[in-house]
C-alpha cells in the first residue's frame, strides 16, 4: 500500500492502482468520458486531468499511478482550467439539442459543462454536421453530431463482445464512429453500448421519446432471464404512464456487481421488461363450469374442497403438480409446505420447457433461462424430489392415473402441444397460478393472479448457488398476490377442510 496526499487529505491505495480510482474509492469523483474500468484507459479525452506537485504539466488520472508521497491536486486552478479547456473541445462540434436528447437528465456533457464548463467560447467557426439519427442495430441508433470519440463503444465490441461491428473513420476532426464495412451491431450485448456511451451518441430505440429519465423511479433488482442472476436496476413509470402503451416499467439497466455480471447484461434481459405487463393475469377466475369472478378466499375454499374430496376417493397419487424455475425461494418454501407436506403430492414435475433452454456463452448468457431451480435444488426439488418427464406425465393422464393438476408459472401446451386439449379434458381439477395468462390459462378449472417479479421483493439463487435478493419495483396487478402467499393460503384453507372433515366424522 502506497500513501498520497489528493486535495489535501491522505488517501491510502495499492501502489500502482490509478489515482482516479484511488480517488473514487476516497469519495471524489474526478470526471472522465474515455476511462473505464473494464475497458482500459486510453487517456484520450483528457478529462480526468490533475495537477501533481513536482510535474511540469497537468497530468491525466486515469494514466497516472498511484505513488507513495505524491501530492495531486484534482481541484486547483491550473487542473480546473486544463479541464474546462478539454471540455470546450468536446462541445465545439456538438449539436443544442438537449431538449429532444434521450440522454438530457443523465447525460455526462451536461453534468461536467455545469461543473467545470460554463466558459466563454473562443470558437467562431460554424459546427461540423455529421450523421444524425441512423439504426445500427435493432436497438440501438448512434448520433454521429452528439459523439465525444471516447472510444468506450468500440473497445467494447473489441474487447467483450469480440464482435467488431463499431470502428472509428476519418481523420482529425472529421473522425466520426460508424459500423464496420458489411457490419450491423446485432450481438447479444448491443445494448450496453448505450450505457457506456457517455453521452447522447448512442441511444436506445426501445426507449427514444417515450419518457423523460427524471420521471423514472429505479429499483434494485435481479433478471429472472436465466440461471445467471444478473444484478439490475429497473426503471418504472408509474406517475407518467407512456401514451397508448401502458407500460409501467420502462427499462431495464445493468447494475454492477464484480461477482456476478460485472457492468454488463445480455440484450434478452435488457428487453425482458416490455413483457412485464403483456397477457397478465389480474382477476380471480373460476373458469369451469362457467366463467366467473370470484374472491380469492372462494377460489381457495373451493380448490381445497375439490382436492380432499378427491383425495378422499381417488387417492392423492392422482394429484400432479407443474412448478417452475421461476419461483423465488420464498415461494419454494410455500410451495414445499402445501404440496409435500400438507397434501403429499408424489408427481412432481420441473423439467424446462424448450422455451427455457436456450443459447448459452462464456460471457453471461446461461441456457436455463429461469433464475432459480437452484432454490428449488436446495429444497429437494429436482434432487431428493424427483421429476417426471413430459411424456411420462401425459401417459398417466391419458390412463386416468391423474385427476388432478396444479400448474405453477408453466404452459404444458407448449410442450404437448395439439394433445393438450385431450389430456385437460380428462381432469377433474386443473388449476393454473401465474402472473401471465398463457395459452393454458382458459383450460383451467381456477385460475390465479400472481404477481411478477417486479411486484413483489424475494431472493434468486443462481447456478453458483450464491443468494441474491430482489425488490418491489411495482404494485400489483387487480388482485395479483405473490406465489408464496397463495401458496399459504391454499395450505391453511386446505387444513380448515380437513379439521371440518375430522370434526363431521367425530360426530
Known sequence: MAQFTLD?????AKEGSLVIDAAREAG???????YHPTLGNPGNCRLCVVEVEGAPKPMVSCRLPVK?????????????????????????NHPLDCPVCDQAGE???QDYYMKHGQYESQVRENKLHKKKRVPIGPHVMLDQERCVLCTRCTRFTSEVTKTHELGIFGRGHKEAIDLAPGKTLDNPYSGNVVDICPVGALTDRDFRYKVRVWYLDKTNSICPGCSRGCNISLHTNTKRPWHNEGRRAARIKPRHNAEINGYWICDEGRYSCSKLDEDRLGKVMQLKPAPAEISWDAALSEISQSLAKNIEEKGKEGLAVIASGLLSNEDWAGFKKIFVEALKVSHFLFTPEPDQMGEEDELLRKKEKVPNLKGGEALGFGTQIKSESWESLAQKIESGKIWGLYILERDPSKVWKEKTKN???KLELIVFQSPYKTAIGNWAHYRLPATSYAEEEGHFTNFEGKIQKYEQALLPLGEALPDWDILQKLERHYKEVQSHALTGASK
Open 8 to 12: 489535501g487529505k491522505k488517501v491510502e
Open 28 to 34: 471524489t469523483e474526478i470526471p472522465h468520458y474515455c
Open 68 to 92: 507513495e508521497g505524491m501530492v495531486v491536486h484534482s481541484n486547483s486552478p491550473q487542473a480546473l482550467r486544463a479541464r474546462s479547456s478539454a471540455l470546450e473541445l468536446h462541445l465545439v
Open 107 to 109: 447525460c455526462g456533457l
Open 423 to 425: 389430456l385437460l379434458d
